[in-house]
């Protein structure tokens, strides 16, 4: 007889393991510096399994997080990390930077990641940028948990985090990203991703502004992971086309056991329509939420029927919510309730009865109408407002050109011959002439481009390059916001791309860097801002025009 000892170690000790790590959660510390960060350090290096790392609820600056990165290096076996709330006061400049330390430390290490937290960090389409190397890493080879709920991904962030997810197979299970204004495009391209993983079991995207058209994408990609278990997609307008396209996709969905479609738009018709699949396909629901749908009060039956037509309903229904729609009479009431159960969350919508109609033959219409009011005001508040030249520099030249028609010649045509028709004051001239912009984010945007301008006309003037070197000194005063101005800074040098398909590059880029050269390691540039555009730059020269990339490489204190 043989004996497998390491079989036999294994089956002793793995049920009794003690998952051991460190947890600052909650202590709202604030890490600027290297020595802010020595306790978190401290314990890490005195961790010698260091199984999770929390660190929610504290705030972060780049120097702590390079501290942290450091201890992290030498801890291969991190499978938890979890981050969230991590950055509270923080100016979204210092984040990407954080986030990329971070995520250096882990790779340098070699962990192997399963579950990884960053909700609630408002760190935009920047921030993935931080995290795109981490993602696309073997950190998140196994990765099995991701949660970015309530990030501020919008579109742009939206399609760049599906384009680091889908640089290599992954098998995540769960993947939650509410609140952050993804939209239907920012929804499809994260289908994309689903339907090639084919493992998740949670999927929650609430409040993100998806239309049915998103809705149908995520839908076809439903389908490719039979083993989904719970879906929220609550506060989207889902709608009765939406609804539909669920349907088609519950054949596959044999594990769904929780729905959370509140405050969808399903009206009747997408009600009837979830009501028939949930029937046609024996949906074996624990939890399902339909409140807040102007759903009328026979549709509302017809979910009820649907979800009791099996004889465990009673033991199997936990939670079904149909409250804030049109519940009928007290009968009807009484009828649905006896046939959920203790499950039944029931109360009418505001009005009468007969408010919500069912099987309207208006509700596509209404839905459509809807979709191109709605979704189009929410695109536009999703872009920056001071995006569009139009919003900005153009804008305004008609309110002072009587005054200074040169200043409006020259920020749509910036050439030598407008310059000097400035005069030798001309970073002051502009200065005054941006003034009228009165909204700080549109006059932040407005300054960026009048600076890019000048500084693209530096190589050929010294004229100009002195008036860019004011103009930046005066910008940086200007800016109340730094996150704007970052933002900005980095559209006109083309490090990230504008939502905007408006928004045009008028200068030439590679001495607007020969000028940021100059200033950027001045006394008066933010530190935050430095940091960001030097990581930025350093991550993205292998990509810009040959021209750019030659003048950076002559000037490394632009990416070191």
Known sequence: MSFDLNAISTALNEPNRTVSGVDFSGRSLKLDTEKDAQPIVDAINACPDLHYLTLTGNTLGVDAAKAIAKALARHPELKTARFSDMFTGRMKTEIPPALSALGDGMIEAGARLSHLDLSDNAFGPIGVEGLA?????DVCSQLQELRLNNNGLGITGGRLLAKALSANPRCLRIFVAGRNRLENDGAKALAGVFQSMGTLEEISMPQNGIYHVGITALSEAL?????????????????????AAIATALPNLKNLKSINFGDCLLKSSGARALAQGFKDNSVLLESLDLSHNEIGREACMDVVDALTALPDSTDRLTRVVLAGNSLGGSTNKQTMKDKLGPSAELSDGEGSEDEYVSGSEDD?????????????AAEDDQRDTSCDINNSILETTDIVQEVETDVGRFLINPTLANLDKLGANAADVIDVHLQSIRDPESLIQAYVEALCCVCGLAGDSERAADSGGRLFHSLVARARQQWPLANALLRALQLIKSENKDYKIRWRIAPCYQALAKEIDEPYFPTPLRDTLKFFISSKMASLPAEVKDVIEKHPNLYT
């Open 364 to 376: 596509d219409d209404e839905e459509s109408e809807q979709e191109n009011s709605e979704d189009s």
């Open 223 to 243: 389908k490719h992971n039979p083993g989904l278990a719970r879906l929220n997609l609550n506060d989207n307008t889902i709608g009765p086309k939406g609804a």
């Open 133 to 137: 190397k981490l993602l696309q890493s």
